[in-house]
T-cell receptor
């Protein structure tokens, strides 16, 4: 059982280049998330998808776009990378039940992105 | 704005010592999750506490949720090198994972 799989693990981009980070989960979870983690800033939500077919902005969406391709896959696209987007990006998934307490998040192992 | 403050920020101890880390807020949360993150990996859930005053034990780790549901603590007994990592707390409100509030974490190093 792989859980949440992210690709690539490492990436170096030049300013202005574009790329897509891929994420897939095999736990049949409804909700998926993209976070970035930076020293001194902690985990910040970029975008989230409560269920297949829906996406919503998080705390820091500027410069990013997402696609919920199907229930398993949720991709994050940087159209024109900037040095401020140098970070570690994590994809996560969870069950979603509106009337229940927060379901735990299951994280992938991250993509380490450097923009020069 | 809800905030979660974790303390201490860094902790370096010897194997066998006990320690407590804290997660504090001025806001009430319906649940508090604790995660551990090892270098090069994503956070992994340790426990969720949902009831004020609740205490949960996971082997040598003891988690407590404050009576007012504004704070939580994690106590580790007889720490081992395998406990090394970043401990993160996340506060949430019912049915709204998008609104999880994350602390900045406590980085723990347990030296053999």
């Amino acid at each position: 059982n792989a859980g949440v799989t992210q690709t690539p693990k490492f990436q170096v981009l030049k300013t202005g280049q574009s790329m897509t980070l891929q994420c897939a989960q095999d736990m049949n979870h409804n909700s998926m998330y993209w976070y970035r983690q930076d020293p001194g800033m902690g985990l910040r939500l970029i975008y989230y998808s409560a269920s297949e077919g829906t996406t919503d902005k998080g705390e820091v969406p500027n410069g990013y776009n997402v696609s919920r391709l199907n229930k398993r896959e949720f991709s994050l696209r940087l159209e024109s990378a900037a040095p401020s987007q140098t970070s570690v990006y994590f994809c996560a998934s969870s069950e979603f039940a509106r009337s229940s307490y927060n379901s735990p998040l299951h994280f992938g192992n991250g993509t380490r992105l450097t923009v020069t | 704005t809800q905030l979660l403050e974790q303390s201490p920020q860094f902790l370096s101890i010897q194997e066998g010592e006990n320690l407590t880390v804290y997660c504090n807020s001025s806001s009430v949360f319906s649940s508090l999750q604790w995660y551990r993150q090892e270098p090069g990996e994503g956070p992994v859930l340790l426990v969720t506490v949902v009831t004020g005053g609740e205490v949960k034990k996971l082997k040598r780790l003891t988690f407590q949720f404050g009576d007012a549901r504004k704070d939580s603590s994690l106590h580790i007994t007889a720490a081992q090198p395998g406990d090394t990592g970043l401990y993160l707390c996340a506060g949430g409100n019912a049915g709204n994972n998008r609104k999880l509030i994350w602390g900045l974490g406590t980085s723990l190093a347990v030296n053999p």
